[in-house]
């Protein structure tokens, strides 16, 4: 029997590209879905028969009963939080107890990673990144330190190591001048969320996935944040702290690049950007505000308003670059329907200096566009490529010559049924 493939879904720009939407929508073509990077900073929407879900660490794959569910080793994840969203997804009539594998080698968030995350946000002062606040950074941090937990580290004498990490980080929060914490009340959900989490299937995720694919079954990879995010070949530092890019996969699942199939490199008609850092294409005027107010644009996790602007075909090849992205998933159009122009960033450039190559220091560079007809007609209700207007079909093309690579799957609205294969 010929062994199955792994393939990835990875957002390509700085997250929220609809990587929720399109991993339910593909979930049926596979046997597993899997998660292998990231924790409760993603917020992953999914709407279907006037049902709305965000889910943060619980893949998005969960809503076909007959499928398994994979939080890999590259996962970081908070057993509270995990808790709320797994009870609101039974709640829904969902059982996932006997679906949903987490690998015991998966690091977990304590509440004083998150504590730790917020006094690193509020000591950088103007340099702040606008964190999640989730406690991503400080649990990789101890990840790379080797001295984080692990979901393997629930199943004996817990709350010795547990008390031994905390005592840690009040140190180092101490130090910082945060001082008379009382998390007692956070705590105790905390350590109850941790019995809770023995109830699924804590287990060696990397050897179910490659015992999987000898088996013939396939995988899709749903990756969270996007490669402008990675900690290496995002734009650093401000990024998350996980690989988010197609070696993370590797990586974050435990099976070899062999085993790879497509990559699915998702990105929006459009750009946003939540949290700080360079974004060379950010549209201050009133085209950025209606851009966030048609588009929705406001943080999936935080609430927070994302910063808008054209499409980056700069951030877009180098990120097809950076994963080997076989096929591109663009999402969002009809957010563009009402406008007359549609703009596309085809360099930056800086001091008289122009590349369209992603330069080591995104910081100062200014967008060079060239202007495309806008459509000017709804896209929602289309789903047959012969119905699509001229100038939709017109972009369509000129980003494809421009990406080199094909875009194959294409979102006209946030519900599952709105989405166009080609
Ligand atoms: P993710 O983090 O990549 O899963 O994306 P988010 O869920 O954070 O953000 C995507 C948002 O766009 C969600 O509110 C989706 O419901 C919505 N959405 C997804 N696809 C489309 C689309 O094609 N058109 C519109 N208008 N909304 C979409
Ligand atoms: P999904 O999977 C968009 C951003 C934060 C911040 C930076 C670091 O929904 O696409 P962190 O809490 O990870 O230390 O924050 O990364 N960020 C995201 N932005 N979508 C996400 O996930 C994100 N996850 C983190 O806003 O700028
Ligand atoms: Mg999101």
């Given at each position: 029997?010929?062994?199955?493939?792994?393939d990835?879904l990875?957002?390509i720009?700085?997250?929220?590209?609809?990587?929720?939407?399109?991993?339910?929508f593909?979930?049926?073509?596979?046997?597993?879905?899997a998660r292998f990077?990231?924790?409760?900073?993603?917020?992953?929407?999914?709407i279907f028969?006037?049902?709305?879900f965000?889910l943060?660490?619980?893949?998005?794959?969960?809503?076909d009963?007959n499928?398994?569910?994979?939080?890999?080793?590259?996962?970081?994840?908070a057993?509270?939080?995990?808790?709320n969203?797994?009870?609101?997804?039974?709640?829904?009539?969902?059982?996932?107890d006997?679906r949903?594998?987490?690998?015991r080698?998966?690091?977990?968030?304590?509440?004083?990673?998150?504590?730790?995350?917020?006094?690193?946000e509020?000591a950088?002062?103007?340099?702040?990144?606008?964190?999640?606040?989730?406690?991503?950074g400080?649990?990789?941090?101890?990840k790379?330190?080797?001295?984080?937990?692990?979901?393997g580290?629930?199943e004996?004498?817990?709350?010795?190591k547990?008390?031994?990490?905390k005592?840690?980080?009040?140190?180092i929060?101490?130090?910082?001048?945060?001082?008379?914490l009382d998390?007692?009340?956070?705590?105790?959900?905390?350590?109850?969320?941790?019995?809770y989490?023995?109830k699924?299937?804590?287990?060696?995720t990397?050897?179910e996935?490659?015992?999987?694919?000898?088996?013939?079954?396939?995988?899709?990879?749903?990756?969270?944040?996007?490669t402008?995010?990675?900690?290496?070949?995002?734009?650093?530092p401000f990024?998350?702290?996980?690989?988010t890019?197609?070696?993370g996969v590797?990586t974050?699942?435990g099976?070899?690049?062999q085993?790879?199939?497509?990559?699915w490199g998702i990105?929006?008609a459009y750009?946003?950007?939540v949290?700080s850092?360079?974004?060379?294409?950010?549209?201050f005027?009133?085209?950025?505000?209606?851009?966030?107010r048609i588009?929705?644009?406001?943080g999936?996790?935080t609430?927070?308003d994302r910063?808008c602007?054209?499409v980056d075909l700069?951030?877009?090849?180098y990120?097809?670059?950076?994963?080997?992205?076989?096929?591109?998933?663009?999402?969002k159009?009809?957010?563009?329907?009402?406008?007359?122009?549609i703009?596309?960033?085809?360099?930056?450039?800086?001091n008289?200096?122009?590349?369209?190559s992603?330069?080591?220091?995104?910081?100062?560079w200014?967008?060079?566009?060239e202007?495309l007809?806008?459509?000017?007609t709804?896209?929602?209700?289309?789903r047959?490529?012969?119905?699509?207007p001229k100038?939709?079909?017109d972009?369509?093309?000129?980003?494809?010559k421009?990406?080199?690579?094909p875009?194959?799957?294409?979102s006209?609205?946030?519900?599952r049924?709105a989405?166009?294969?080609?």
């Amino acid at each position: 029997m010929a062994k199955g493939k792994v393939d990835a879904l990875l957002g390509i720009v700085f997250g929220d590209e609809g990587k929720g939407k399109v991993v339910d929508f593909f979930t049926p073509r596979y046997d597993l879905v899997a998660r292998f990077a990231g924790g409760p900073n993603a917020g992953h929407t999914i709407i279907f028969e006037g049902k709305k879900f965000v889910l943060r660490s619980i893949p998005s794959g969960i809503f076909d009963e007959n499928k398994i569910n994979i939080i890999g080793n590259g996962c970081v994840i908070a057993p509270d939080l995990f808790m709320n969203e797994a009870k609101e997804v039974e709640a829904a009539g969902y059982s996932i107890d006997r679906r949903l594998l987490i690998s015991r080698r998966a690091h977990l968030i304590l509440p004083t990673h998150r504590l730790l995350d917020k006094a690193y946000e509020a000591a950088k002062g103007n340099a702040k990144v606008g964190t999640t606040g989730k406690g991503i950074g400080p649990t990789y941090s101890d990840k790379a330190a080797r001295v984080g937990l692990r979901v393997g580290d629930i199943e004996e004498n817990f709350k010795e190591k547990y008390d031994a990490l905390k005592a840690r980080h009040l140190d180092i929060l101490n130090d910082l001048g945060c001082r008379d914490l009382d998390i007692s009340a956070e705590e105790k959900v905390w350590l109850e969320s941790v019995e809770y989490m023995k109830k699924f299937r804590l287990c060696d995720t990397e050897i179910e996935i490659n015992r999987a694919l000898e088996a013939g079954q396939n995988v899709l990879a749903e990756g969270a944040q996007g490669t402008l995010l990675d900690i290496d070949h995002g734009t650093y530092p401000f990024v998350s702290s996980s690989s988010t890019t197609i070696g993370g996969v590797c990586t974050g699942l435990g099976i070899a690049p062999q085993n790879v199939g497509r990559v699915w490199g998702i990105f929006k008609a459009y750009s946003t950007r939540v949290g700080s850092g360079p974004f060379p294409v950010e549209l201050f005027d009133e085209t950025g505000t209606e851009i966030r107010r048609i588009g929705k644009e406001f943080g999936a996790v935080t609430g927070r308003d994302r910063r808008c602007g054209w499409v980056d075909l700069v951030a877009l090849k180098y990120a097809i670059m950076i994963n080997g992205v076989t096929d591109l998933v663009m999402m969002k159009a009809d957010v563009l329907d009402t406008f007359d122009k549609i703009k596309v960033c085809v360099a930056y450039e800086k001091n008289g200096v122009r590349t369209e190559s992603m330069p080591y220091d995104t910081e100062g560079w200014t967008a060079v566009y060239e202007e495309l007809e806008g459509w000017k007609t709804p896209l929602s209700d289309i789903r047959r490529e012969e119905d699509f207007p001229k100038a939709y079909a017109d972009y369509i093309d000129y980003l494809e010559k421009a990406l080199k690579t094909p875009i194959a799957i294409l979102s006209v609205g946030p519900e599952r049924e709105a989405t166009i294969i080609r």
